[in-house]
Structure formats: structure tokens, C-alpha cells
């Protein structure tokens, strides 16, 4: 394998016009491989084109696409919000391909719906149809598991063939890797249809749910030909539909709509128009079965370079098949073996549009620059993707593109992008996390678990670099947790410290560390977002300011360094979308969740003062009085209305206990009243998802802030604590129990009675053996045994009658 690492040529964008202040970002470029300075095209106006590759939508969208997506969004909010620039975000839908992955999963399922619908009522049909079909994907798939294999044993065949597989062992000398994976997954799509074919009494929607896998490939072996190429809507039917809910998706993790959405089936007409101007360049022929493929040795001719990307992936004969389609049909017209369909003749059962060569299809490569020329024009400061499209995918589009904004009598190249962003991948176990493997989460599945937020999968890509791969492990989930609570607790100090009428905190006209700290953290997070957006970097900075803050005595700071810290760091994560749709400028301190809602707070912080005086006044070494109590008749209560109602009665309530206690005969005053404060916090609040947060100095207030996931955690290991030992004690008692109940059943029987059996001939007054079954003395050692037992009975049964008596 080459490692040739040949710098491609590039040319720097000129110099911003006198008088334009740019910040000095510099930017990782996968054209030059290295940071390279940014200056836009339209470094006056400060204004950015990008152009994003977006999802081929035919399936639910990943997690490893929410990685490319959202860590897409962050760069995006940091050029728009934090370097104030003006951002035309273009991003294309692939909703029809070369590599017919869109054409392939559309057509099956139309196939696979209309077979259901003919067979809804017969078992016959679809059993037979399965069998074969199950045949079929063994063979193709899974090519150790003999032929003639019973379906009754098939199960423990093909786990005694792939065991290596299914340890997660190598099945030959290589690294473990996709291979395995991909087994992986055949072994459970046959094990699905086995169990489907195997069960007598399923039902036939169950029946259709675990065999569709085998079904889908061979009803298109056998049917796919015969699809309409003119019905688009077979194949936009599937694509609609999962392009709405990647929108959903995206909108779930809190990532901002493109400025500009543009689709594949949408501009026919212009890619054809697009392919045409190629040809006429002279970077593009004709093949005799009417696909055209573009020209890499023409475009070398013309002093160009190929491929810039990645030059070393040249000859890498497994991503151009990969880039090509694994339904496109290999023609031995290619002029060399590193040109590429800009336009594929259409088979029997694939889409069609009309062109001047024929009815085909655009390829794969082709739609992304004729869409982003058609919005953006002959340059596109920024184009972005995952680096797994770096080679054949981007390489090809510079190609095509540069050839088309060009001439071949044009011998200066024509540099269409000035800055390649190539986004890390998301990892599972070393493998990348893909559709085709089936080795991922969907991203829904991911939220509606609650295994994720939208905040707490942004932290976890915000502490990673966005052109790294990043595998989630239990280390990266702790450190994103601890970042995420640092900042929670700021937030509800803060919230606290602004929302009391007595604060806890002084101005002082003196300046202090904290405005110290809050400076050094600005300018250092300046310096690393122009380090081609080192995030890290910057959530470490944060995590560090937050720390200060948290562990600073606010008795002896200025309330305001405080609230100028809290606006600054709700600033930060406002802008890296950590917030909603908040925006960067928004005044209001803190991120959703951070605060107890609005219409609570004339109730709550009224209620938490008062338990404030009353548990300090409890705990003291005089403790409290009645006539103490009768202060909480002067508790505050505001008009009452909606939803506020639950908070009065819960004011309500507390007041009227503590009042009682005052005209009780209680003994023992300080007890209740703290009784009732433990309540109040424990369960009456908490349950309407309020914390009461004590201080361990009793002369501070309470904190007053939202029940969280992190308290939910802490209570739950206590509760789990309880539980525990109460289990504990109940084995206990119950094993004393069960133990007296042994003794008391052993005690019915009398030493009196307790040998006379058989195994003896003679016994003394007392029962006890003399002699053995033959008439022979007992031997000294075995009486002695026996006397022992004897004993040990008679005290049972002395106790037995005992306790019977009573």
C-alpha cells in the first residue's frame, strides 16, 4: 500500500480589501492537508458559501450521522454567531443515486408490499417463496453452511461454521473488521427467517416482520427488471419519506435548517446541461451503451491534478467499485481505470430521465456539483462531509467541476474550492457505524431511551476534534456528564443568586479574580476557535472558569463578576447550540432545565427562606419554641392563578403544619419542625421537580433548583442503598425464624423415644441403647456418640414442652 503523500497544489485566496477585519482563523484543509488561513471570496461582505453533502435518505438516520450533522452544525454556529460572519448554507438530498442503493431498497420494498398484499390471506405461497429465498441468501451470504442442510439443524450449522465470527474472532489471519461484522449480521437475518419458517403458529404479519431480509433481495432477483423506469413514484415514495424524518432528526438534535435544501430528482434538466458542458470541454466521452464517463486522462493533459484529495487512494480498485455502485455494470469502453460515470444508461427496473445519450441516470458524483454550482456559482468557499466521502466522492466532484468551470485550453487550474472540511466518523468497537452493517442505533431509539440528549450528544462531540474519529466509550460518557453538571450547578447558583430577594453575595468596588479568570478564559477561547475550531480546547477553558466560580465563597466577590461569568458561559454554550433555539446574544442566564419554572418562583423562594429560618433556629443549641412557629403566619402569598395553584397549596400546606406544631403538646419541638422541612425537600417538592440543595454551613440558604438527572442518579443508588439493607434485614429475620421453626420441629420428638428403633435390641429407663441390633454391648466410642445426641435432644424437647405450655 502507497503512502505517497504529495502536496496538492492550492492557491491561498487573496488578501481581505484594506480596512476588512478578519479574525486570524486558520482552518484544517484536507486540499492542503495542514491549517490553512480563511479568508472567504467575499471577504468584504464577510460572507461564506458552503456547501454540505447531505444523507442518502432510503433508511432512519444513525448515530454516526448525527456525529457528521451535528458536529457540521457546531463549525457552522461558530462562523456565524462567534466570528460574526454571513453563512449561505447549501445542502443537497440524494434521493436517487449511481450506486443505486436508494433505487435497489425502493424497488424491494415496493416488490415485497405488493407480495404481501397478494398473499395477506395464504400461508402457502409465502412459505414456499421464503424457503427458496432463504436458500438463495445462504448461498450468496453465508457459503460454509452445506447446501443440504435441514432447516432443523441449520441454526447450530451455521453457528458451528462462522463460531469465530460470533466470538468476535478473525475467520483468517486479518484484523477483525467489517467482514465479521457484515457476518454477524447475515447469521441474525437467517436465524429471523429460520425462526419465521420454523414456527407453526405464527402469525403472518410476524411471519413477513422476521423473513422480510431474505425476502427483499430475492423478490428483486426474480422481479426487479419488470418495475416501470418512467413511475418515479416507486422509488420518491420511500425517499419523501425518510427525508422527512431526517429533518425530524436534525431538528431533534437542536441543528439549524439549511439556508438552501436542493434534491437529485429536482434537477434532472440541470445535471444533464451540467454533463453536456464537460463533454464540450473535452473532459468526457461517450460510451456505445449510452453512459458518459469523465475523462481523467484528458483532464491530466490539461495540467490539472488528479485526485487532490487523496492522491495515494489512486489505485485503490475497492472504493472506485464502492464509488461506482455495486449494480452498475463494468464497461470495457473506459478509457482509462480511473474514469468515472457522470451519466449511467438506466437498466430494466431503475429510474430513467431523458438525456442526449440516453435514458439514464445522473451518477453519483455529478448531482453535488451541479447543484452547488447552480446555487453558490464557480466557487464555493467551504464543502463538507464525512471523510469517508474524502475518496472516490469529493476527489471526483473537484474533478468534474474544475473541468466544467474551465476549458482544455485553459492550462491554469480552476480551483472550485478553496476549503475541504472533512468530519471524524462515530465508531463502534472498531468498526464504523453504517447502515449496510446494521450496527448502529437510529438516532430516534437514541432519544426516545433517554439513552441520549440533544445537549449531552453535542457535549460528546464538542469535547472529541470534529476531524477525528471518535469511539464512545464509558470514559468520554463520565467526562461529558461531569461537563454538563459543572455547568448545571453554576447555573442554578446563579439562577438562585439572581432570583432571591436577599442576596447572598455583596458588591465590592474591588476588582477581583473571578473578572481576572472570565478575561484569560475570552482570550483564550478566541485563540483556540481560530485553531481550526478546537472545541476541546475551549469546553476544558469553560469547564475550568466554571470551577473557579463554583468553588469561589460569593460572600467575598461582586454578585456581578458572578452574573458577568454565568452570561458569558450561557453565551458559549448558546452558541454551540447546547441551548434550544436560544441565540448567542440571548440575555437570559443559563441553558433549558436550569431554572424552576417562572410561575414558582413567587412561592418557592418565599417557602425555602422561611424553612432557611426555621431549620437554623431548630438545629441551634436552644432550639425553637412555640411562639417561633407563629412567624410563618406572615409567609407570603401571592394571587393565585393556573398552574400556580400546585405551588400555593404546597406553601399552603407547609404553613398550616408548622402552625400546628405550634399549638401541639409536642415534646420534642426541633424534631418535627425538621421532620417536616425533610419533607418538604424529599417529597413534596421533589415531586413536582424541585430540589431544596442544603448547604453544609447551616448559616447559608438552601439552593433552590430543578430535580436533574444527576440527583435522580444520587437518589436512586440511595434508594437502592435502602433497599438493600432492608432486604438484609428481612433475610435475617426471617432465617431466626425459620431456624426456631427447625428447632421446634426437632424438639417434638423425645429423647425418651428417639432411639427405640430396629438398629437396637435393649434400652436403659431413659431410651437410651444398651445394645446393638445383634444383642451385642454397644462399643464405649459409639455410646458415647449417642449420649451426646441424646443430650442435645432432650434440651430441644424440654424446650419444646416449655414453650408449648406458655
Known sequence: MTTVREQPPWREPPAPPAGVDLPPLRIYNSLTRSKTLFVPIKAGEKQVSWYACGPTVYDESHLGHARSFVTTDIIRRILKDYFKFKVQFVMNITDVDDK???????????????FISKNSTSRETPLETATHALNAYLEKNLKLVPSDTPITTLDAEVKKQYA???AGKSMDDAPVGDREAKLKMHIRTVASATEALTSPDIQLDQFFAKSQDILLPYLDSLHGSSIDADDHSIFTKLTSFYEGRFMEDMRALNCLD????????????????YIKTIEEHGFAYKTTDGSVYFDVGAFESANNKYPRLEPWSRNDKGRQAEGEGSLVQTTSEKKGNSDFALWKASHPGEPSWPSPWSKGRPGWHIECSAMASDVIGPQVD???????????????????????WSSKNQHEQHQWVNYFLHMGQLSITGSKMSKSLKNYTTIKEALSRRDWTSRSLRIVFLLGNWRDGIEITESVIKESNAWEDRLDNLFFKVHDLVDRKNSRSKSSSLASDLKTALLKAQKETFDALCDSFNTRQVMLIISDLVGTTNSTDWQTVDRDDIISVAKWVTEMVNMFGLNGNASAASASIGWSGSSIPEEAKPFIYPLSDLRDQLRQKARSTEGITAADLITVTRLERPVVQGISQTYSAISTKFAKDISDLATSESKSLSKSVLELCDRLRDVDLWEKGIYLEDSLNAAEPAVVRPVTRELLIVREGHEQQRLAKQKAKEDRERHAIEEAEQKAAQGKLSHLQMFRSSEYSEWDADGFPTKDAEGKDLAKSRSKKLRKEWERQKKLHEAFLAAQQK
Open 100 to 114: 443505486v442503493t436508494i433505487i435497489l431498497r425502493a424497488r424491494q420494498q415496493h416488490l415485497l408490499a405488493d
Open 164 to 166: 469465530n465470527a460470533l
Open 258 to 273: 439549511p439556508d438552501t435544501l436542493t434534491r437529485v430528482t429536482e434537477y434532472g434538466p440541470q445535471i444533464v446541461d
Open 382 to 404: 467551504i464543502h463538507s462531509g464525512g471523510i469517508d466521502l474524502a475518496f472516490p466522492h469529493h476527489d471526483n466532484e473537484l474533478a468534474q467541476s474544475e473541468a466544467y
